[in-house]
């Protein structure tokens, strides 16, 4: 079967920036900007830093001598730079089932007023703003999936589903496939929520799946100011 050229190529999640996340994050050697963490007793040369100055680190990995960090500004609303940032809990959703993404886009919901002496309408108001998001099917249940979705701990050799989890709000990222003459794209949501259920059956001819449902969510600055979430762009690579 010839390799398909269109469809989702990949989707990447991390909690949505519903606070300041600003401060020093792990990234590759060869990130414009990195600084080589150096012992706290060491004199730092030009692109090196002090572990001890390395404040607030934000990573998720233990921070180490010889590591790379960079600061990295993530305010309150933020979109998340994935390909920047290492040490983020994030999660990169690849094996999509084909022609599972589906867009849940619902208009907004009116309510037509009419009055006596009219065969029109005398108004319409709009009784819900209506929702946008989309939803889709992995085949991806490793164990970074049941830790990332489901919130399971890894006990052993086991996973063990926990008492209570809630899934925050997530910062995606989806690439697209070229469309024939159309470029592939990047989406970018800033806050949308999510909910994961399992699926489908396991037998000779499929697996089973998680199922992904994503809904946008307003997103605000830290004046509480609602600001745009959601972007694209052409890939250029």
């Known amino acids: 079967m010839a390799k398909s050229d269109y469809g989702v190529k990949y989707l ?15 990234v590759d050697s060869t990130t414009t900007g990195a600084l080589k963490v150096v012992a706290a007793n ?11 100055s390395v404040t607030p680190y ?25 390909d920047t940032i290492v040490g983020l809990p994030t999660m990169t959703v690849e094996a999509i ?3 599972s993404f589906q867009h849940t886009d619902t208009p907004p919901s009116v309510t037509n007023v009419e009055i006596e002496d009219s065969d ?15 939803t889709l099917q992995t085949y991806d249940k490793s164990e970074k999936a049941f830790k990332y ?26 690439r697209t496939l070229e469309q024939g ?5 990047i989406y970018r949501f800033a806050r949308m929520s999510l ?11 499929t697996f089973p799946t998680f199922t992904l449902e994503f809904t946008k969510l307003a997103n605000y600055d830290a004046n509480g100011n609602e600001i745009s979430g959601a972007e694209w762009e052409p890939v250029t690579d």
């Open 12 to 26: 990447k999640l991390a909690p949505a920036a519903e606070k300041d996340l600003s401060g020093y994050y792990q």
């Open 42 to 52: 060491a004199t730092p040369g030009e692109g090196e830093i002090k572990i001890t």
């Open 58 to 82: 934000k990573s998720a990995k233990e921070l180490a001598v010889n590591d790379y960090v960079k600061e990295v500004s993530i305010p309150i609303g933020s979109f998340i730079d994935f």
């Open 97 to 99: 089932a084909k022609g």
């Open 120 to 134: 029109d309408y005398y108004a319409t108001i709009e009784t819900d703003n209506g929702s946008k998001g989309f």
């Open 149 to 174: 979705f489901l919130g399971y701990v890894k006990e052993g050799d086991k996973l063990r589903e926990p008492i209570s989890f809630t899934l925050p709000n997530q910062c995606v990222e989806i």
């Open 181 to 185: 003459s159309n470029p592939a794209k």
């Open 195 to 205: 909910r994961v259920t399992s699926s489908g059956t396991l037998g000779k001819e």
